[in-house]
């Protein structure tokens, strides 16, 4: 089993910055990956950024490619999300992913463990 907690969620005006946390507890071999996706009331889930934990490897979604960056600090066994020029189209509730592969996928279907999320709303 691996479990997620995110935190640094809150609300900002347009053009500001936040960073989010996951930090990870667990099994290390279900977590060779972690992606951030996010999901906005009525709409599916969507593919933020993933790196690898061992090398750093990251991918990020064509919206937030610029604005956001991926981290991993593997001595506090955690993932940041750093955004960057906040918009009103980034609100939602951003999620903190686990998966056993060594694949930056942006497909969710790949990730086997899920935080609890945590809550971005950006104001115009």
């Known amino acids: 089993q691996v479990q997620l907690v995110e935190s640094g969620g809150g609300l900002v005006q347009a053009g500001g910055s936040l960073r989010l946390s996951c930090t990870v507890s667990?099994?290390?071999?279900?977590?060779?990956?972690m992606g951030w996706f996010r999901q906005a009331p009525g709409k599916e889930r969507e593919f933020v950024a993933a790196i690898t934990w061992t090398f750093g490897r990251t991918t990020y979604g064509d919206s937030v490619k610029g604005r956001f960056t991926i981290s991993r600090d593997t001595a506090k066994n955690t993932v940041y999300l750093q955004m960057n020029n906040l918009k009103p189209e980034d609100t939602a509730g951003y999620y903190c992913?686990?998966?056993?592969?060594?694949?930056?996928?942006?497909?969710?279907?790949?990730?086997?463990?899920w935080g609890q999320g945590t809550q971005v709303t950006v104001s115009s």
């Open positions: 992913a686990a998966s056993g592969k060594y694949s930056t996928s942006s497909n969710p279907l790949m990730y086997d463990y």
């Open positions: 667990g099994r290390t071999d279900s977590r060779n990956a």
